[in-house]
């Protein structure tokens, strides 16, 4: 690992040998590939319009890199989207006023990630089992919801929001989630709040009985986790224009991939926001590069199911393979082995 | 009283118990609720749900146990399903054995890769079967040939497969469908129960470390759990294929959700290291009736049926916390004050369940 007392080219030759610089060559391969298949690929214009196409899926996971790194997992976000999305639409078709049907949008998603917390963080149930049975449920009410209709007709403003861009090129939703991934970055490196986290994700029980407030901090992120899908998901339906009961599902996929692709770690306690932000450009390129290429949004599907494991997988066995040959040749070098990561 | 009712009951059981009389209770208010409740017909169609249901959820109870999740068996559900029936409708010679051991083969396959990554390659199995679930779904999708598989082009005993009766009495008819699923229950029951196999699944998910340590081939046993998990997913498929016949791609599309909550609501915990085959049956029991009665009952539409599946695995997982491993203490205690010198025996027996 880089120790801050080295010099800068230093530290930026370790970053480059590190998982994040991994990624960043993986990054330029794709892209270099792309370009290869379209002349005008490497445009501002077009690298919005891609990344346009992902933003909801970057924004939550954003949120859920915290979640991970924290030792939990959500797997309703995806599920919590269209429920968000559901509610809107379907109170503005009752006649609700646009701005209190988005308020009402936004409390179902506060609400959901309370309901999530309270059994993660109180009760204390495994997260993986309450938010698979989130991911049903929630998912079930917007059935319930929706039933087997398109509701097409949303408020304007709000699909002017979703489909013009705000500021030059970039719409309403990229300049959310670069604000997004900034407040993230500075709260999760910097704030105290952040080194909760981090700590609590190293090891629950040690945090706990050195004073830390566990309950509090997981309670708060599944909270946010649930703002902030259901954000994503008004946002998936205003760039849309429509909303179904299928709408965002099976999302869970690529935002879980996403965040792990990213360098944090399954299991807990590592990784960061920048990694994240790496594997979410690396993410919505490879999809770009699949659909140039005509595959099905099915085949798409499965090549980053196999992503998701090799970038769990590759680790794994890099660590393992550091800790043989460290065992055989006598290097014993336990911090490296340990942070190999 | 109590004392010998405690001695003779666990905690376990009486989890059974009250599902059982949830069933029963459902029956008959289902059948105040909606006509002709109480007819072979319908009797059919829910057994052999349940039937295709019970099935899946048996092999996930085995990894279940072991303190994993699969959720990659609808994707092989359907896949087996729509390879097998493919193979039919090409080749209308391929003998009903044949059919079967193809089925379940290509389920084995496919656990087998999982249970790589999660014994060998040491993945969390969240990760690879959400992995492996699209994978295996894309597959599916991608698998060349004709996209549909009809059922009048299936061979004569497939499409007879899923009308074969093993038991007729008057009305009341047995399906050799539900006699495979029951047969698949009782045999896994007993594995759990009395083979070392089964004993181990339950060491490893109470306390993985200690079993570890304790000198248990500790991958090779989740490894035969995932493996087992694919090939009754496998089975599962078969069965699957005879009953609908005519499958498209989304065939079997999110039973690994159902498969869970059977797994959940049966009492197996999500920790591992406690449940059974036979509470499996009746989680599976009574999903499926829901499930089936909810399609027919007409006061709430049919679109309340995965956020009632939802609510009920939340419930389930949440009462095994609030109810079952209270008793569990209390039962703990009382055998601790009964005989001082068995207590850590049966405390850990009583820990562990059967």
């Known amino acids: ?341 | 009283m109590l004392t010998s009712l405690r001695r003779s009951i666990r905690p376990e059981q009486i989890r059974e118990l009250i599902l059982v009389l949830l069933i029963v209770a459902l029956v008959l208010f289902f059948g105040t609720q909606i006509e002709g409740y109480y007819s072979s017909r319908t009797f059919i169609r829910i057994s052999t749900s349940i039937a295709i249901l019970a099935v899946v959820a048996v092999g996930e109870t085995l990894v279940f146990l072991t303190r994993n999740y699969d959720i990659s068996v609808g994707s092989i559900v359907g896949l087996t399903a729509f390879f097998v029936g493919t193979q039919l409708n090409h080749y209308q010679g391929i003998p009903p054995i044949a059919a079967l051991l193809m089925a379940v083969g290509l389920g084995a396959i496919m656990g087998a890769f999982n249970g790589v990554l999660v014994a060998y390659g040491r993945v969390p199995a969240i990760i690879v079967t959400l992995g492996t679930m699209a994978m295996y779904r894309a597959m599916l999708v991608e698998y060349p040939g004709i996209k549909i598989v009809q059922m009048h082009l299936l061979p004569g005993w497939a499409q007879e497969f899923s009308r074969v009766n093993i038991i007729q009495v008057g009305d009341f008819e047995l399906r050799l469908i539900v006699g495979i699923a029951l047969a698949v229950v009782i045999i896994f029951q007993l594995v759990l129960t009395y083979l070392p196999y089964g004993r181990r699944l339950y060491a490893i998910g109470s306390n993985p470390e200690a079993a570890r340590i304790a000198g248990f081939p500790y991958q090779r046993i989740v490894f035969i759990a995932f493996v087992l998990s694919g090939t009754l997913a496998g089975l599962a498929g078969f069965m699957f294929m005879g009953r609908f016949g005519n499958l498209t791609v989304g065939a079997a599309l999110g039973m690994e959700m159902q498969a869970i909550a059977a797994v959940v609501v049966g009492g197996t915990s999500t920790m591992g290291g406690v449940g059974s085959a036979f509470g499996t049956f009746l989680g599976a029991a009574l999903i499926g009736l829901l499930d089936q009665s909810l399609l027919r009952w007409p006061i709430i539409s049919e679109f309340w049926r995965d956020a009632i599946l939802g609510l009920l695995i939340l419930l389930a997982v949440a009462s095994d916390r609030a109810i079952v491993d209270r008793l569990r203490t209390l039962w703990a205690r009382s055998e601790l004050q009964l005989r001082p010198s068995m207590a850590t025996v049966r405390q850990e027996e009583s820990v562990h369940g059967s």
């Not at chain 1, 590190?18 to 990624?23: A, D, I, M, P």
């Not at chain 1, 005008?40 to 790194?69: C, D, G, H, P, R």
């Not at chain 1, 939703?173 to 500075?186: D, E, N, P, V």
């Not at chain 1, 692709?261 to 590592?270: A, K, N, P, R």
Request: positive net charge; hydrophobic residues 55%; proline residues 3%.
């Open chain 1, 1 to 341: 690992m880089v120790h801050s007392t080295t010099s800068l080219p230093q530290r930026f030759l370790g970053w480059l040998k590190s998982w994040e610089g991994l990624l960043l060559g993986l990054l330029i391969v794709i892209l270099i590939i792309n370009s290869a298949l379209v002349p005008a690929y490497l445009t501002i214009s077009n690298q919005v319009n891609l990344f346009i196409l992902f933003i909801e899926k970057s924004i939550v996971a954003l949120m859920i890199a915290f979640i991970i790194i924290n030792g939990e997992i959500d797997l309703s976000m995806a599920s919590l989207m269209g429920l968000s999305a559901g509610t809107m639409a379907r109170l503005f078709e009752l006649g609700v006023p646009s701005g209190l049907a988005v308020l009402a949008a936004l409390c179902v998603g506060l609400i959901c990630g309370a309901f999530n917390g309270f059994w993660v963080a109180v009760v204390g149930l495994p997260s993986l089992v309450v938010t698979l049975a989130g991911l049903i449920a929630y998912r079930g009410l917007v059935w319930v919801l929706v039933e087997d209709r398109s509701i097409s007709v949303l408020p304007a403003w709000l699909n002017d929001l979703g489909q013009k861009p705000l500021i030059g090129p970039f719409p309403f939703a990229l300049i959310l989630f670069f604000t997004f991934a900034i407040i993230g970055y500075i709260i999760l490196q910097y704030s105290g709040f952040g080194r909760l986290v981090y700590v609590i994700g190293i090891n629950r029980d040690v945090a706990r009985y050195s004073g830390v407030n566990v309950r509090r901090v997981k309670m708060i992120l599944f909270t946010a986790s649930g703002f902030v899908a259901s954000i994503a998901g008004l946002l998936y339906a205003a760039r849309l224009g429509a909303m179904r009961s299928s709408t965002a599902e099976g999302f869970e996929l690529d935002i879980i991939t996403m965040v792990l692709l990213g360098g944090v770690s399954i299991f807990g306690g590592s990784g960061t926001l920048r990694g994240v932000f790496l594997s979410i450009l690396i993410i919505l390129n490879v999809r770009n590069g699949m659909g140039l290429a005509y595959m099905s949004a099915n085949l798409q599907a499965g090549v980053i199911g196999l992503l998701l494991i090799l970038s769990v997988l590759v680790p794994n066995l890099v660590s393992g393979l550091r800790a043989r040959m460290a065992r055989r040749y006598g290097m014993v070098r336990p911090l490296e082995v340990a942070e190999s990561r």
